[in-house]
Nanobody, 124 residues
Framework: QVQLVESGGGLVQAGGSLRLSCAAS????????GGWFRQAPGKEREFVAA????????VYTDSVKGRFTISRDNAKNTVYLQMNSLKPEDTAVYYC?????????????????WGQGTQVTVSS
């Protein structure tokens, strides 16, 4: 059974930092791309960042470039999202996801497995 478990969310003041973790089990994680999406209240789920299976290729949505960093540790079956200089508009439930196919990182329905999400709240 495949499981993705996010952790690291919480409440932080604007300008602060958080690191989200996503631990995967039940699949050969080192062969899967990893991505982060978020969904704010009343809004659609949106792409945040993704990493190829090796970590050698990373992509970000424009609003987080220079502030967020995605990384992964395949030995630990974990993908991370380091979030710095957080803004109130970053407030959302953050979801990690994985997919075996290459490319199409921005499209949610390309991903095979999803975590349950972790809440990130940034106060002004």
């Amino acid at each position: 059974q495949v499981q993705l478990v996010e952790s690291g969310g919480g409440l932080v003041q604007a300008g602060g930092s958080l690191r989200l973790s996503c631990a995967a089990s039940g699949l050969p994680f080192s062969r899967y791309s990893g991505g982060w999406f978020r969904q704010a209240p009343g809004k659609e789920r949106e792409f945040v960042a993704a990493s190829s299976w090796s970590g050698g290729n990373t992509v970000y949505t424009d609003s987080v470039k220079g502030r967020f960093t995605i990384s992964r540790d395949n030995a630990k079956n974990t993908v991370y999202l380091q979030m710095n200089s957080l803004k109130p508009e970053d407030t959302a439930v953050y979801y990690c996801a994985t997919k075996k196919s290459v490319g199409a990182y921005y499209t949610a329905n390309e991903y095979d497995y999803w975590g349950q999400g972790t809440q990130v709240t940034v106060s002004s």
